[in-house]
């Protein structure tokens, strides 16, 4: 149960229940996530950026997200779950890119606070091919998946612990995106 009264919660577990809750403060979070993780003038993929806010989110242990998140990931990357498990369970050997590795490295390095992100990560990114913005981008994803992995578990909120049940979430992100998602109407479906 989460610490609040969150409407209809096991329809809308995790951050869903929360933007019902509080839909003013809805639609800023859910333009934020729009532009970060699928806006299309970007040189890293939507599952790149998605990968990172599972990495991230996988970090602070948030269940909801990292599952979510995670369900994107695989979609945009056509993955049967397999890489984005190898991610969150040894990224350096996982079989992705090398400039994708560096990358993820500066996330988990903000994720742990923004002071830890050092010149030597930021210069060994850029020595494997990163732009600044890829690296900015990175920062703030992480930066921002922090916020919203604290938002969902410092309210308590209730999320499923089976991966089955976060198979759906993936192509609804790839298909609706972020910046539509109303929760009550949802809750109407």
Not at 86 to 104: C, E, F, T, W
Not at 148 to 157: A, E, I, M
Not at 175 to 183: I, L
């Amino acid at each position: 149960m989460a610490y609040i009264n969150i409407p209809s919660e096991e329809q809308l577990p995790g951050i869903r229940g929360l933007m019902a809750f509080s839909p003013e403060t809805a639609k800023p979070l859910n333009a934020l996530a729009e532009i970060l993780l699928r806006d299309t003038n970007n040189s890293l993929s939507q599952g790149e950026r998605e990968l990172i806010a599972t990495y991230v989110s996988y970090l602070n242990n948030c269940t909801f997200c990292q599952m979510v998140h995670g369900s994107a990931a695989q979609c945009y990357l056509e993955d049967d779950g397999s890489l984005i498990n190898q991610v969150k369970k040894d990224m350096l050997n996982a079989p992705i890119s090398a400039k994708l590795k560096s990358l993820l490295t500066i996330a988990g390095a903000t994720q742990k606070g923004g002071k830890n992100v050092t010149k030597d990560h930021i210069e060994s990114a850029k020595a494997l091919g990163a732009t600044d913005k890829e690296i900015h981008d990175t920062v703030l994803i992480s930066a921002a998946f922090c916020m919203f992995n604290r938002y969902v578990d410092g309210l308590g909120t209730w999320a499923p612990q089976e991966a089955s049940a976060y198979l759906d979430r993936g192509p609804r992100i790839r298909d609706e995106g972020y910046a539509n998602f109303d929760p009550i109407a949802y809750i109407k479906r």
